[in-house]
């Protein structure tokens, strides 16, 4: 019985030590998995947060520069329609100057003087878009040639000739819908009759 009991004992120290060993053996392995895993998911997530961050800035970076580059261009476009309408101002004004002109001269009674420049401000006028006052010099250009003679005309009126046709070929091309057609058929009517008093 002795035998039987020190075999029991043995099998006994036997099942102990390997329970004990296997609980150390869970408690470390429990141990590393509960400090190395959290450890490897934070170096993972570390780098999966590093690549996100570097495409969510080369994503802004992005977006950035193409709204730059986007109000650039509308800035430009802006430009070019501001300085399209301050021409239009500066050549309407450019008009109203030459306009003034001719009225002084017509005050004085040289008409030729003032048909220059009347061909002059309308010009400018037709450039401006100014319609209204277009419209006024060519009437005031047909009371002109009304009162013009040949020999005046042609000394005063020879070196402008070139712009009078120019102007009638402008006239030509912005006579929307025959808006200037019965004007440019007067004037044309008018000029050759000044050329023949």
């Known amino acids: 019985m002795n035998e039987t009991l020190a ?3 043995k099998v006994n120290a036997f099942y102990s030590n390997a329970w004990s060993q296997l609980i150390g053996f869970a408690i470390v392995i429990f141990g590393l998995v509960g400090i190395v895993v959290p450890g490897i998911s ?3 997530q570390n780098r999966a947060n590093k690549i996100d961050k570097k495409e969510l800035q080369d994503f802004i970076q992005k977006k950035v520069s193409e709204s730059n580059d986007l109000l650039k261009k509308e800035i430009e476009k802006n430009q070019v329609e501001q300085n399209k309408i301050i021409s239009k101002k500066l050549a309407a004004t450019n008009g109203a100057s030459f306009h003034l002109q001719g009225l002084i001269l017509i005050d004085k ?19 401006g878009d100014d319609e ?3 419209r006024r010099v060519l009437e005031q250009m047909i009371a002109c040639l009304s009162k013009m003679k040949k020999n005046g005309f042609e000394y005063e009126f020879a070196e402008n000739k070139n712009s009078f046709i120019k102007l009638m070929e402008s006239l030509d091309k912005n006579n ?5 057609t019965d004007k440019i058929a007067t004037l044309k009517a008018s000029y050759q009759q000044a050329q023949s008093r």
Do not use: H, P, T
């Not at 009347?118 to 010009?123: H, K, R, T, V």
């Not at 929307?176 to 200037?180: A, P, V, Y």
């Open 132 to 134: 209204m006052n277009l």
């Open 176 to 180: 929307d819908n025959g808006k200037f």
């Open 7 to 9: 075999i029991l004992e």
């Open 42 to 44: 934070q170096i993972l």
């Open 109 to 127: 009674a040289l008409y030729e003087n003032a048909f220059n420049s009347l061909i002059i401000a309308a010009d400018r006028y037709l450039i």
